[in-house]
């Protein structure tokens, strides 16, 4: 809601003092000519810039936007207005989050203005931004212009639903879970016939197996099973940068209006590979590696799903260009998906320290597919140089043992589905 | 194929306000050309479009003052006279119109509605203004026997006392408040 007790008085326009000047200046050479025609046009001048008083204060309206209905794909918003008696319309300026922007007039009297604005990116989005000015009548005054009012959403990014198996880290931690794991334990599948131990459960023992293999009369066998166990994912993003497919307009603001960008895709790939280990039964961990403050710990449950899925929306680009990134604290045996952009050695090599602590890593790729239109000769070679090291970074890390999932847009959830069953391929062999 | 909803919110029926400085532009042509020679209609002409283009100027006041202070050269009016009707239509109507659009940004979507208020004040104020000519042309225009200086003071004089009462009836409003 706009505040309207730190707005400056309304002020007499410019129109009205040049209506009074023109006025006066044909009521004076109508009244010097002795001329009641002359002096009959000036009279109406001088009436319409005089006869409305400007008001001392006030001229502020009341306006809010509020978040309003909209159909998939779009963002509502709803701009309620309520001017003061003594305007004669309202200047509304409305500002989308894509930059587009539109003025209006309109009539007085307290109404509600809603609209829809379809969204290009997902996380915290200013939907719309609005500032008013007040005119008053004849056009004699105009109120100072008040705003902006934003209406901010943090938008959720669309869950990409990944059929299949899920890689799945060298060693199960827990005593519950839904995977097989190669310790003996109780809920899992027959793993041999041993013989009776002291400390064996006795409702284990299987007769016809004792009685089939039996030597003596006291020898006993007991059918022993795999335990049952849940992984531990950490999904680990790199927030300090955001850029979109036109390399041209990296050093700008504006390359990010209405193109997807890569923190677009870190946050569809964070809140969907959540989603699948979540359903897994496994326990997963988040990290903003940028913002320490922005961590969830090791979980599961769908409750457990919603605050991950928040924390992933809410990521921003830091801006903050560091190169060096302090490695959080991650599970023992837990496996990493390392997000980001992988534009330099600071995520490599923070994979490289994790994996060569026991955990299995996997880089996710959420640079968008480089467009090279605009750009000049020198910043061709340097965008080809760029792309080059980076592919020879993840390639090393690749020879290294470490998985890649690429994720940038492809069109085709299978795709990334079709990654993570190599990676799965790949990773057999679970403790 | 159909066309994507527009992102911001409908309003009623709107114009641009570029065509209300646009209309205003054609109106002081108009204007000119009825009132005036051939030359300086072209220079009013001009001046039009450049209180249009760049609003800070102030060259339609220019133009609306050349126009009022051009009917010297026409020499004075009787109560019949269409042209001089017309003229008093205008002028305000003109100043109503570049007031409003030196306010608005040139592509402003103007709703019709917030018009109409305004359009129904000029229309009453024209109505007064209209009978307030007939009257004083009648009696001090051309050829009438009375000597025109007197019409200048009684339109004066009766403006005047429209400003004082109006005055007046807003001090006895506020005191029965």
């Known amino acids: 809601m706009s505040d309207p007790g730190t707005a400056h008085p309304p002020l007499r326009s410019a129109g009205s003092l040049a209506g009074t000047v023109a006025g006066l200046v044909v009521l004076v050479v109508g009244v010097a000519a002795g001329r009641v025609d002359v002096v009959l046009l000036g009279v109406p001048l001088l009436v319409a810039s005089l006869w409305t008083r400007v008001p001392s204060a006030g001229g502020v309206a009341q306006v809010a936007v509020e978040h309003a209905e909209a159909p998939t794909g779009r963002v509502g918003y709803r701009i309620r207005l309520e001017p003061p008696p003594s305007a004669e319309a309202l200047h509304v300026r409305v500002v989308l989050s894509t930059g587009r922007r539109r003025d209006l007039v309109v009539a007085p009297g307290a109404r509600e203005l809603v609209g829809s604005a379809p969204t290009w990116h997902t996380g915290p989005v200013a939907v719309a931004t609005v500032g008013h000015r007040v005119l008053g009548e004849d056009a004699v005054w105009a109120g100072p212009p008040v705003g902006p009012v934003r209406l901010r959403r943090v938008v959720l990014p669309q869950r990409v639903e990944l059929d299949g198996p899920l890689p799945l880290p060298p060693r199960l931690t827990g005593l519950t879970g839904l995977h ?43 059918r022993r099973t795999t335990a049952q166990s849940d992984a531990t994912v ?36 964070a809140s969907s590979l959540a989603a699948a280990y979540v359903h897994a039964g496994d326990q997963v961990a988040f990290h903003d590696l940028a913002d320490q403050g922005r961590v969830v710990p090791p979980g599961a449950g769908r409750r457990h799903l919603d605050r991950v899925r928040r924390a992933a929306a809410g990521m921003v680009a830091t801006g903050l260009w560091t190169p060096r990134l302090r490695a959080p604290v991650v599970a023992r045996g837990a496996l990493v998906y390392l997000v980001g952009t992988h534009l330099d050695d600071t995520t490599s090599e923070l994979a490289t320290t994790w994996f060569l602590a026991g955990h299995r890593v996997v880089l996710v790729d959420v640079l968008p597919h480089l467009d090279r239109h605009d750009l000049d000769a020198r910043e061709a070679v340097a965008t080809q140089l760029l792309e080059g090291e980076r592919a020879e970074r993840i390639d090393g890390l690749r020879d290294l043992g470490i998985g890649v999932l690429d994720w940038r847009r492809s069109g085709f959830d299978a795709d990334r589905t079709g990654s993570l069953r190599g990676l799965v391929r790949a990773g057999r062999g679970h403790r | 194929m159909s066309r994507a909803p527009s992102p911001f919110p409908a309003t009623g029926p709107a114009v641009p306000a570029f065509v209300v400085r646009a209309v205003t532009v054609l109106l002081s042509v108009g204007l000119a050309v009825l009132v005036m020679p051939p030359q300086p209609a072209v220079a009013c002409a001009i001046g039009a479009l450049i209180g249009a283009v760049w609003p800070w100027t102030a060259a339609e006041w220019v133009v609306i003052a050349a126009l009022a202070v051009g009917q010297l050269a026409r020499g004075l009016p009787g109560p019949g006279d269409v042209s001089f009707h017309v003229l008093l239509l205008g002028v305000p109507l003109l100043h109503a119109l570049a007031a409003r659009s030196r306010l608005w940004p040139p592509l402003a979507r103007v709703e019709l509605r917030a018009l109409g208020r305004p359009g129904l004040r000029l229309l009453g104020g024209q109505v007064v203004l209209q009978i307030l000519a007939t009257a004083a042309l009648w009696l001090f225009g051309a050829g009438s026997a009375t000597y025109p200086v007197a019409g200048v003071v009684a339109v004066a004089g009766l403006v005047g006392a429209g400003f004082v009462a109006r005055r007046s009836v807003r001090g006895a409003t506020a005191g029965r408040r």
């Open chain 1, 180 to 222: 097989a794991s190669v310790r003996l334990g109780d809920g899992g599948e027959l793993h041999d016939i041993n013989p009776f131990v002291p400390g064996d459960r006795l409702r284990r023992i299987d007769w016809r197996a004792t009685a089939r293999l039996r030597r003596g009369p006291g020898d006993l066998y007991v």
């Open chain 1, 234 to 269: 950490v999904i680990a993003v790199d927030t300090r940068d955001e850029v979109s497919d036109h390399v041209a307009t990296w050093t700008t603001p504006a390359g990010l209006v209405e193109r997807t960008t890569s923190l677009d895709l870190a946050r569809e790939a």
